[in-house]
């Protein structure tokens, strides 16, 4: 298993990791372009130039296709697309949850995978939509799960087989699910039946869906957010631990004349000046994009050089120890994502374990910023500081604080700390210079914790006049509380 | 005066205008690219490439070097650079400021710049730092004026004259300094010596510097924020009302190896991937730029097209009356962008005047949402609604409500409004499913006003258990206060 995927870099829940394909290995977290065998908009060969590493297509359409079918079971997959890099297989289940029925059973659609050499093979699972009785989706999941037992028995190449993790919008049949699959070993597993909830921007739930996926699967497996291809809410679904995107969104929007960007979509009718710096964006203003004969061949390499360049800056975040920060700021872009980002952060205990325990300069974006794993840590190891005798606790330097036992600092969102470790990741955070009142919410509580630790010490509290929360008058009650304007004249 | 710029659409303080020069018109906002006349990374006609409408350089350097100086004198500015566009020239200040002194005066420098056909020309003002004393940034202000009132009568010609409004880190003066230019009737109002803010990121005090510059001045003037060339803070400066930045940065941080990004500075050394779109980074690895032999000149191009692809997306959000979603999302960037965004929106009275009564749907991005001017103006004209009788104020439809005489909406950060005004801007506005702290504050408070104002109606405030907020109590004295799950009991 662990020469199938093996992980580089992580920061909070994401990852950089190396996917071992019989036809190459896939660095992620990335994006596989969607092909469709019928029609292509950019070749499949061209793919690489935009930056990707895989591709995806359809078992199903080929199969059902007289002409397409012949030519992979001839010559193969890789001819027919004329790709000779890694390409994952779709089964026909988005045709199933389309049309109610497929005209193929598992076995037969895993077959027809083998043989034309798939990368990655997905069994024809069953995507159980959001908001089904709960009922449904745990007789579907049974037979998903029935599904995925006889793949595992049939496929037994050096090819990846894909274990879908159902159960619609129940967090606890995903879970469960989850924990079910991941004793059968599949060397990728694909979180089904999202695209739904991603079309009607329910990312809180899509958050829960996600998280609790995770929670039964082991965290070194490859996890494929299946139907995600919007680089939005690329930045969040990584640092919940997704490696694997697809995106037929590329072309689709194209077609429609939507223009992608990390920030959102526009139509390309109502585009002033074309807001990106990619070849496309640079060469032509938004009027001529509009009149040009390849306007849809253009919109979708613009939406291509998009996508993959939200791809390098999570790849690059996660190097640097900011993937949180950029999932702040992307989660800005549409308060449905900051529901998800929100969301994010009630899982930030389960996420703190796979946070590493020192790493790039935290930033603080917002009030979101103050739930962060490594908030979340500091507090619970607050007893690791003895605190004995008399002790200042402020913001930053007074006089006389040098007759103190201790001298300790008090620093939002986090709270109060040894001033020597000031410079220390992650007191060395940059903050805004007056906290957000969830700031302060934290960092008074911690500060409140750490007095109840210490009962032998006497503290002094140096309160700032902007500190405007009702904790100030709980710490009144725990330290001797001193505004700074009057310290200054004592 | 109005022939010269022209204000076409606007957005908080942000406008997209046309300045009309003897060479021709820029759209602004735009960053002109500063050319030095001795060493060229890329050459002046290749800036339109870019998406570069007007450039810069220095006419101190020109003057200074014999045979720069000649060919200008004899051919002229336009054929010297090789750029048919608009050029202007600053005076030599830079220099002044640098080494304290200028081998020139200010009527030479003013005939020079005239002569070799400079569109804008730049008086030799002096450029008072930050932090200076009072005492020293007033003296030098009244040899800036002088200066200036000396320009203004020296050049009468159809080129446009820059009247910089000096005045160190004092508003007041500043403002005072604003307020005497205008009666001069400058063509463009650059703000002077802001760079060593921007360096030490003090964004809070360049917003008051912005802000009180701004308000001395006529809304309807150019104002170039000189030295200004990091998109970081673009957006945040537009919506102040700069129209005009320069950059230098991209050559010179090509220079030094950073990368420039709308998110702030990346060093090439430390880069594992190229976190852009761009046609460089789209073609090149990090790796393989590093070691390309035209490194800084690519460098230069990146930077370049990531700086006026900010500004397409800048003047994409004033038409789309996004430009403060836009301002909130880049002060993510960093946490004293923040403090910057915060220092904005103490200025929100003042932009309330300048932002459309309507436009795009308000998207809530974070607690500086709430301060917002489309807020502001909210709070500030409640008593338009006149209440009488029972009146059920909720967040969402609830059983028995249309037994009251009125029913009113009450939504964060905005407050209480009658119901049937739900889709009309701003109440049509996209917000979390839970308010922060600050946005219950601003619509709390909104909505007690609403009842002061209504002393003859009977209000029943439908509450949710997630409003945790110290107002409720107060609600609770002036209206009948009933949970959302006891009230479905009842």
């Known amino acids: 298993m662990s020469a199938i995927f093996e992980i580089l870099d992580k920061d909070a829940g994401g990852r950089i990791g190396k996917l071992r394909t019989p036809h190459g290995v896939v660095e992620t977290p990335t994006v596989m372009p969607v092909i469709n065998p019928n029609i292509q908009l950019i070749s499949p060969k061209e793919m690489r130039s935009f930056g990707a590493e895989i591709l995806i297509t359809n078992s199903y359409i080929i199969y059902r296709k007289e002409e397409l079918r012949t030519v992979a079971l001839e010559k193969g997959l890789h001819e027919l697309l004329g790709f000779d890099g890694p390409i994952m297989t779709d089964s026909g289940s988005f045709q199933l949850s389309v049309y109610g029925s497929v005209e193929v059973t598992n076995e037969e659609i895993l077959g027809f995978q083998e043989k034309i050499g798939s990368d990655i093979i997905v069994p024809l699972d069953i995507p159980t939509p959001p908001d089904v009785h709960f009922r449904r989706a745990e007789e579907e999941l049974a037979t998903t799960a029935e599904r995925l037992e006889a793949a595992r028995k049939f496929i037994q190449s050096k090819q990846l087989l894909a274990g879908p993790v159902q159960g619609s ?292 509290f140096i309160c700032e006049k902007e500190f405007q929360h009702p904790l100030i008058e709980e710490i009144g009650k725990k330290a001797k509380l001193v505004y700074r304007e009057a310290w200054k004249k004592e």
Chains 1, 2 share one sequence.
Not at 173 to 199: C, I, Q, T, W
Not at 335 to 361: N, V
Not at 378 to 383: D, I, Q, V
Not at 403 to 428: C, H, Q, S, W
């Open 169 to 460: 919008t129940y967090p606890e049949l995903r879970e469960k699910a989850a924990s079910h699959l991941k004793d059968l070993n599949f060397e990728v597993y694909p979180l089904g039946a999202v695209v739904p909830l991603m079309e009607s921007y329910r990312y809180a739930e899509l958050v829960d869906v996600i998280a609790a996926s995770k929670k039964g699967l082991s965290p070194t497996s490859p996890v494929h957010l299946f139907g995600a291809g919007h680089p939005m809410m690329f930045a969040l679904a990584v640092a919940l631990g997704c490696d694997l995107f697809d995106s037929a969104a590329y072309a689709l929007y194209a077609k429609d004349g939507r223009y992608i960007t990390s920030n959102g979509t526009y139509h390309l009718e109502k585009l002033n000046y074309l807001p990106c710096s990619c070849p496309v964006c640079s060469r032509y203003t938004a009027e001529e994009l509009r009149k040009a004969k390849n306007k849809e061949e253009l919109l979708g390499r613009h939406n291509l050089y998009a996508t993959f360049a939200e791809i390098r800056l999570i790849k690059q975040s996660i190097k640097d120890g900011k993937l949180l920060e950029l999932v702040e700021q992307r989660c800005r872009a549409h308060p449905k994502l900051l529901d998800g980002l929100k969301r994010l952060y009630t899982h930030s205990a389960w996420l703190e374990q796979f946070d590493p325990a020192t790493k790039g300069t935290y930033f603080y974006c917002g009030p979101e910023s103050a739930s962060r794993p490594e908030v979340l840590r500091f507090g619970k190891r607050l007893e690791r500081f003895s605190i004995e005798g008399s002790a200042i606790i402020r913001t930053s330097p007074v006089k006389g604080e040098k007759d103190y036992d201790r001298i300790l600092t008090f620093k939002a969102p986090f709270g109060t700390f040894p001033a020597e470790m000031e410079e220390v990741y992650p007191f060395n955070a940059e903050v805004p210079k007056f906290p957000d009142y969830e700031a302060l919410s934290t960092s008074l509580s911690n500060t409140i914790k750490l007095m109840d630790l210490n009962p032998g010490a006497e503290f002094t």
